[in-house]
């Protein structure tokens, strides 16, 4: 059975940092890009934040992310990352790793202005 785990989500001041995990097991994991969405509160859909190619060597990002943001990954450890700076109120929401068509449960993410 396929599952992902997601973790480092918190409350955060506007400027500060969290460093998302995304934990896999029960599958191979380093042939597939992995990605990341976010659902904003009362939003209906989930949006794309980033995500990063199986060797790590491409890395694709929303635009309202860009340069803040930065996806990465440890096949070694079927573990990938989103490391989150300069976080705005605006971030806020719960955040979820997809790979292959799998979800994580989701990890909540509140900026504070």
């Known amino acids: 059975q396929v599952q992902l785990v997601e973790s480092g989500g918190g409350l955060v001041q506007a400027g500060g940092s969290l460093r998302l995990s995304c934990a896999v097991s029960?599958?191979?994991?380093?042939?597939?890009?992995t990605q990341w969405f976010r659902q904003a509160p009362a939003a209906q859909e989930r949006e794309f934040v980033a995500?990063?190619?199986?060797?790590?060597?491409?890395?694709y990002y929303a635009d309202a992310v860009q340069g803040r943001f930065t996806a990465s990954r440890d096949n070694a450890k079927n573990t990938f990352y989103l490391q989150m700076n300069s976080l705005k109120p605006e971030d806020t929401a719960v955040y979820y790793c997809?790979?292959?068509?799998?979800w994580g449960q989701g990890t909540q993410v509140t900026v504070s202005s």
């Open positions: 995500a990063i190619s199986w060797t790590g060597g491409s890395t």
């Open positions: 029960g599958r191979t994991f380093s042939t597939d890009a």
């Open positions: 997809n790979l292959g068509g799998d």
